[in-house]
């Protein structure tokens, strides 16, 4: 599926949950829920990605917030460019030990050469764990380089 072709929210989800196939994103259990121009929303279990103290890993929420920046960033720079993540920063609010956490990404600054991204990554209580913030570089696709 090409972004160009104006995929309904529903078709997006599926597609960036098909392009995360054999990915640390798959090996996370990182699950998109929603996709709009407005946010993308991803959500990832606790259990199995922990640390030594059974806290949610601090890097894991790193990876959960790249993973929906980056989404957020793709689907606004178009299926004629990639974006890769080139600063990310996380600030750890609350520990979380069980459940989910839902992480949602809304653009802060949209532009042809990069983009930020504001991710907020939350409990099932509604309780705000991380808060992050990511810069992707925009660059042009390279014919017959990857789907995503």
């Not at 078709?11 to 993308?40: C, K």
């Not at 059974?54 to 790249?66: C, R």
Request: aromatic share 4%; hydrophobic share 40%; charged share 20%.
């Amino acid at each position: 599926m090409s972004i160009t072709q104006s995929p309904s929210p529903e078709e997006l989800v599926t597609w960036f949950n098909d392009v995360s196939a054999g990915t640390l994103v798959e090996r996370m259990e990182i699950e998109f829920v929603e996709a709009t121009l407005e946010r993308v929303v991803a959500r990832m279990p606790v259990a199995g990605n922990t640390q030594p103290y059974g806290l949610l890993h601090g890097g894991a929420s790193v990876v959960l917030a790249e993973t929906v920046g980056s989404m957020c960033a793709a689907m606004h720079a178009g299926s004629d460019h990639i974006v890769v993540g080139l600063d990310i920063n996380a600030t750890h609010h609350k520990a979380t030990r069980e459940g989910w956490v839902t992480g949602v990404a809304t653009p802060l600054s949209i532009g042809r050469s990069a983009s930020m991204i504001e991710i907020v990554i939350s409990n099932e209580a509604g309780e705000r764990v991380c808060t992050s913030r990511l810069t992707c570089l925009v660059r042009d696709k390279v014919p017959g380089q990857g789907s995503a």
